[in-house]
């Protein structure tokens, strides 16, 4: 099917399912175009929803949301307990490839050449991989399995925010890991766990302390009316 046969079947309103390289609007030899794994989208219906299928930026805008996604659906695995050093460092990892993320249209963001558009394509592929093993993972309940993928899809989404906007600085997930496993470890650090023990041989300490007060006060008390007793009988 050539380009023309593609811009009828769009105006005449049929379904039609393009793969990466037409959505970035680029005509990708087919070692590009059957990329395993490559995202298949919804032409039309991305068309009806104003979005702007032909714009070699909307690469830029497929990464974020899905990234987005897929981190609303790790946080909310891992939330419920303690994360452990390699959960936070995935989450901050896409923190930091995500954070202030530009619109397609910001001044900083360029228009990557044809060879640098080929690239945006073999990332989006692969970062769609990891996150259809990421949502098989999901199904199992395997949180570790689940930690990688999307350590993967996020390297993929944040190569692909540096072909856009190359001047916007994001650290690798070894940098971020090795940071976070510093204040894991602090943290860590934090919790004695002999602390239970200590609390229970103080209370009891405590305990024994107030006993001894209480019997001394007794006496004490004991002594006091004895000796009333004495002063009372003498004056009799």
Same mark, same amino acid.
């Given at each position: 099917m050539n380009d023309a046969?593609?811009?009828?079947?769009?105006?005449?309103?049929?379904?039609?399912?393009?793969?990466?390289?037409?959505?970035l609007g680029q005509d990708f030899p087919m070692s590009i175009e059957s990329l395993q794994g490559s995202i298949s989208i919804d032409y039309k *219906? !991305?068309?009806? +929803?104003?979005?702007?299928?032909?714009?070699?930026?909307? /690469?830029?805008?497929? $990464?974020?949301? #899905? *990234? !987005?996604?897929? +981190?609303?659906?790790?946080?909310?695995?891992?939330?419920? /307990?303690?994360?452990? $050093?390699?959960? #936070?460092? !995935?989450?901050?990892?896409?923190?930091?490839?995500?954070?202030?993320?530009?619109?397609?249209?910001? $001044?900083?963001?360029?228009?990557?050449?044809?060879?640098?558009?080929r690239t945006v394509a073999e990332r989006l592929g692969e970062m769609e991989r990891n996150i259809e093993q990421f949502?098989?993972?999901?199904?199992k309940g395997d949180v570790d399995a689940m930690n990688d993928l999307f350590v993967?899809?996020?390297?993929?989404?944040?190569?692909?925010?540096?072909?856009?906007?190359?001047e916007f600085p994001i650290p690798t997930f070894a940098e971020i890991r090795r940071v976070v496993q510093?204040?894991?470890?602090?943290?860590?650090?934090?919790?004695?766990?002999?602390?239970?023990?200590?609390?229970?041989?103080a209370i009891e300490e405590q305990t024994e302390q107030a006993d001894e007060r209480r019997e001394q006060g007794q006496a004490d008390n004991a002594g006091k009316v004895n000796r009333s007793n004495l002063n009372d009988g003498g004056q009799a």
């Open positions: 046969e593609h811009g009828d079947d769009d105006i005449a309103g049929e379904r039609n399912v393009h793969k990466v390289g037409a959505l *219906l !991305a068309a009806d +929803r104003g979005i702007d299928v032909n714009n070699p930026r909307i /690469g830029l805008k497929v $990464a974020s949301e #899905r *990234l !987005a996604i897929v +981190r609303y659906v790790f946080l909310v695995q891992v939330e419920d /307990g303690i994360a452990t $050093a390699e959960q #936070r460092a !995935a989450l901050e990892y896409a923190d930091a490839a995500l954070v202030g993320w530009p619109e397609i249209d910001a $001044a900083d963001v360029v228009d990557p050449d044809e060879d640098d558009l949502s098989k993972h999901e199904a993967h899809a996020t390297e993929c989404v944040a190569s692909v925010r540096r072909l856009y906007q190359p510093d204040e894991y470890d602090e943290d860590m650090g934090k919790i004695d766990p002999n602390e239970h023990i200590a609390t229970v041989e």
